[in-house]
């Protein structure tokens, strides 16, 4: 087994990619950074304890990840119809794309698919208007990510 390239780090060109988000419909990464930052999340699984907890943070403080200037994508290998679900139960009203096929690509790009498990690792990518990683965070399975930090990166995007 290939062991996975290292995650991007900040000042890398973040790839560009298209996935469908849980209700079907196409978001490509460079049509979004055209217009605003984006923050690329990627969690392991659906309906999974510390994926839902993040997932809630996310929906809980939506003003500080969707805004005039900012996007949330949160990205995962499950399926459209799986992400749809979950999003559902828990009234997740922000784009979960799938990166189910070819299974993990976009997550093998960034740096974070586990390919033990062919899931995703929690990395967060802030990927700028001019399509490159300004702030990043990875952490691994098991380890509830801080959101805290993102903020202060979009406003030192802002300058």
Request: hydrophobic content about 45%; charged content about 20%.
């Amino acid at each position: 087994m290939t062991p996975a390239p290292s995650p991007l780090a900040v000042g890398d060109v973040a790839p560009d990619f298209s996935l469908r988000d849980q209700n079907g419909a196409e978001v490509t990464l460079s049509e979004l950074t055209a217009q605003k930052n984006v923050v690329v999340v990627f969690y392991p699984w659906a309906f999974s304890g510390i994926c839902t907890g993040e997932l809630d943070e996310i929906r809980d403080h939506l003003e500080r990840y969707v805004t005039d200037d900012l996007q949330v994508l949160c990205v995962s290998c499950d399926a459209v119809f799986s992400n749809r679900a979950w999003a559902d139960i828990q009234g997740y009203f922000f784009p979960l794309l799938s990166d189910a096929w070819p299974h993990g690509e976009v997550a093998r790009a960034y740096g974070v698919l586990n390919e033990a498990n062919g899931a995703s690792l929690r990395g967060t990518f802030l990927v700028g208007r001019d399509g490159r990683v300004a702030w990043t965070l990875v952490n691994g399975p098991g380890e509830p990510r801080d959101f805290t930090a993102i903020p202060s990166a979009v406003a030192a995007l802002a300058g």
